[in-house]
């Protein structure tokens, strides 16, 4: 079958989507088509609470009603060829799509170590294919004992909802010396560890796995410090790695953090092709490096750039890199990141200063469900530009590091953030008198 096709979006996740929705809503005289090659998709960052905290798996579907319902068709198939000349893509089931634009958001897979016995059954990747989902999650809960591989985001979710499950011993096992190392400071590491080793889940920091043992299921892990573990299931959460190989083949360029290489409008070098979500490079903020930043925040915030400008450039709005804004939660405490660490800023041999202050996120402290809350703030020493922050608390923390990757994105100083108007309430945020976001403001500008 050959078909036309004025936009052609390759990959049904929010990323796919929200490109999809976005050029519905600017181009509304235009043919959209989502090709997806999962029938049954997931809600990326709700895939380790199918475990547990959602009553049935298929509540984290991510369904295809929004596109239908605003007049964009949605086929199931997967594109395995890109003929940029002709304008076409050509596909697993033989059939060809000529387009005016292609937006490729062709996504991620889950990084697979090389470490003897990987193959073996119960080690599982995690794929964002229900199916898949829902028999992993049936062998996990019959399990006895469970290993984590990976101390980032996954990998602590994961093991903060396999605790919920009755009888299951849960390992936790990261290479690094830290959990969330790449986005935290040892300080808000550390809560993480302690809220997850008081749940029960014993963390192993700073080991290697070397070797999985088993006949054709898997029963044993042999760490690096010569220990053996009893295993039934292993959970691999050390992260992915972008889906380039078509746009490879189709000679388009890969960008320096091995993502395809795209311009601030997310365009690659063809014109008429765009790459948004994980598929595509990123850039730190303020460094412009490349880093492996994969969120569904990140890749919908890239949908509505490109969305907009696929045939004009509607919106002035550039993508001048990513904050790297993260957010997790684990049983009541909420981490979050956005920007640089203290180590990170320190690596790129910035010149900082940071401030730090504790206080609580409701006023009087005595309020109902108060929690301790910490943030952290760190600015560049000379022009007293904020570079990165941390928080830890409650669920306020929640929205506090979006103030704060607000902040971050606007470039504003110790002095702006020191003035920050905002709404307070007694049920609802610390005192207006001793605000944190104010307080660790004041504290980096006393140290200047």
Known sequence: MKKKIDILVIGGGPAGMISAVTAKRYYPEKKILVMKDIEKGVIPCGIPYMLSSLKNPEDNKLGVAALKGKNIDVVIDQAIK???????VITKNNDIYYYEKLVLTVGSSPIIPAIPGIDKKGIYPIYKDMEYLKNFIKEVKEAKNVLVLGGGFIGIEFADELFKIDSLNIYLVESLP?????????EFSKLAREKLESKGVKVLTGIQVEEFYGNDRVEKVKVSN????KVDAVILGIGASPNIKIAQDAGLNLGKGKGIWVDEYMRTVDPDIFAVGDCAGKKDFYTRKGIPVMLASTATAEARIAGANLYELKVIRENKGTIAIYSTYIDGLVLGSAGLTENSAKKESFEIVT?????????????????????????????GV??????AGGISCGEIINVIGIAIQKRMSFTELETLQMATHPFLTSAPTVYPVVLAAQDASGKM
Do not use: T
Not at 226 to 229: A, L, S, T
């Open 82 to 88: 890109i003929d940029r000349k002709k304008k076409s």
């Open 178 to 186: 830290n959990l969330l190392s790449n986005s935290f400071d040892i």
């Open 226 to 229: 010569d220990k053996e573990i």
């Open 355 to 383: 401030g730090i202050v504790a206080g609580v996120d409701k006023h009087p402290a005595g309020m109902p469900g108060a929690n301790q809350i910490k943030v952290k703030l760190i600015f560049s020493k000379q022009s």
């Open 386 to 391: 904020i570079l990165g922050g941390q928080v």
